[in-house]
């Protein structure tokens, strides 16, 4: 199994594998076993150096080129990586332990259709003409130069292609730091790139933990920052940038509500719920983790969930039947049994799972409680594990402020057959990602990003282009100059 994952090198600069063994190890742990698979290295100074100076220099010829030159690498990229599906599927899976199951259809894919998109926008991203008279303006948009990204541990390669499609096809470079908890797939995306065309030093991979992060942060070279991480990680980050006036994206956590009214399709509600708490094994930072049920459907909702919780497939992430897979890492899953712990003191009910799994790795049962209130906790706080809080309400004016009664606002949902109620719901949500009548989609198409303590920025659509890009402002004049003296 090692041989099969163990990368050439733990960093990836001016278009070849590199290493330096005098960084500290990062092991990289299998979290169906707990078996170490492979080993890479934080990122030294000199490995800084060597990418920034290399994204530098890479960023220059990249920017020379035409837009759609840009957009057909990275379309290239696209398909090889559709080409490769199956591969990268089992590299994800190693990486993160999410079942293969979700791996073949949402990681990879997701990524190629990032790819795709900003590769067909690269060519028509332009300025405009605006007349004044004889004279004129007109406006460029440029790229911002040199970024960095820095990823969080449960999407790694999406993560990875998220950031770099809008950048690269905006004509900026990219120095990407995977988390130190997953750091094998982006490597792949990197190798892609090259494959597919991309100048060397153009996109960037190095490892390393939070303080590699904080070098590549402060550099004066580096022009955007764009983070997916925590809200603590996203306030350290988003000072440091701002101290060297930097752009920044900032996708960070949420604890996001998921409000269910007596009319809503039963069946779609449930699924909603699923979907919106145990995907991933609920390491997902956009989940609806506080149910908010209307108490003439809430037994019928628990007793139907608890139904179809009891489906699922908790197994080996590599059978194509198993579709719970184990917590990232063995610190993830105590992070979770913790809050689990906390839930069960503070008084909430159990109602489904609860516990770790007694076999190898860091398998935990999904888990619901019910009788959760506001003041709680698992109310409040991002879990980040499969564990979902299930909350009374009667009222719709007053589930809408105990809705947005948190510090954060990614993401908002809400199920009811009212068209007009949930309209009115979804536009009273202080939330950047909303969902009617379902959970969790985040097609390319689609802006997707928090308010709040959830981050700033957009990925993914054309809002995206305004992120990685800025506008160069020239008036023209056609007569003569008058001056006052
Ligand atoms: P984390 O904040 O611990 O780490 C995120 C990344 O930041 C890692 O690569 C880490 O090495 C790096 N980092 C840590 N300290 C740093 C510093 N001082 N300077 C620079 N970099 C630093 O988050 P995590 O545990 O890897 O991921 C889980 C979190 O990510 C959850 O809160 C989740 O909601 C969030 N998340 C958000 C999105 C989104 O799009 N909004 C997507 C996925 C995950």
Known sequence: MTATVQPTASHFINGAYIEDSSGTEIPVIYAATGEQIATVHDATADIIEMALASAKAGQ????????????????????????????????????????????????????????????????????????????????????????????????????????????????????????????????????????????????????????????????????????????????????????????????????????????????????????????????????????????????????????????????????????????????????????????????ARVVYGGNALDREGWYIQPTVFADVNDGMVIAREEIFGPVMAVLDFDDEDDVIARANDTEFGLAAGVFTSDLSRAHRVIGAMEAGSCFINSYNDAPVEAPFGGVKASGVGRENSKEAIKHYSQVKSVYVRMGDVEAPF
């Open 60 to 347: 220059k010829i990249w920017a020379a080129m035409t837009g759609t030159e840009r957009g057909r690498v990275l379309r290239r990229a696209a398909d090889i990586m559709r080409d490769r599906n199956h591969e990268l599927s089992v590299l994800e899976t190693y990486d993160t332990g999410k079942p293969m199951s979700e791996t073949l259809y949402v990681d990879a894919t997701s990524g190629a259709d990032a790819l795709e998109y900003f590769g067909g926008l690269a060519g028509s991203l332009t300025g405009e003409h605006i007349p004044m008279g004889q004279d004129w303006v007109y406006t460029v948009r440029e790229p911002l130069g040199l970024c960095v990204g820095i990823g969080a541990w449960n999407y790694p390669t999406q993560i990875a292609c998220w950031k770099a499609a809008p950048a690269l096809a905006c004509g900026n470079s990219m120095v990407f730091k995977p988390s130190e908890v997953t750091p094998l797939c982006a490597l792949k995306v990197a190798e892609i790139f090259i494959e597919a065309g991309l100048p060397a030093g153009v996109f960037n991979v190095i490892q390393g933990r939070g303080e590699v992060g904080g070098a590549l942060v402060t550099d004066p070279r580096v022009d955007k920052v764009s983070l997916t991480g925590s809200a603590p990680t996203g306030k350290k980050v988003y000072a440091a940038a701002a101290a060297g006036m930097k752009h920044v994206t900032m996708e960070l956590g949420g604890k996001s509500p998921l409000i269910i009214f007596d009319d809503a399709d039963l069946e779609n509600a449930v699924g909603g719920a699923i979907l919106a708490n145990f995907y991933s094994s609920g390491q997902v930072c956009s989940n609806g983790t506080r149910v908010f049920v209307q108490s003439g459907i809430k037994e019928a909702f628990l007793a139907r969930l608890a139904e179809r919780l009891d489906t699922a497939v908790i197994g080996d992430p590599m059978d194509g039947a198993t579709t719970f897979g184990p917590m990232v890492s063995e610190n993830q899953l105590d992070i979770a049994l913790s809050y689990i712990a906390k839930g069960k003191d503070e008084g």
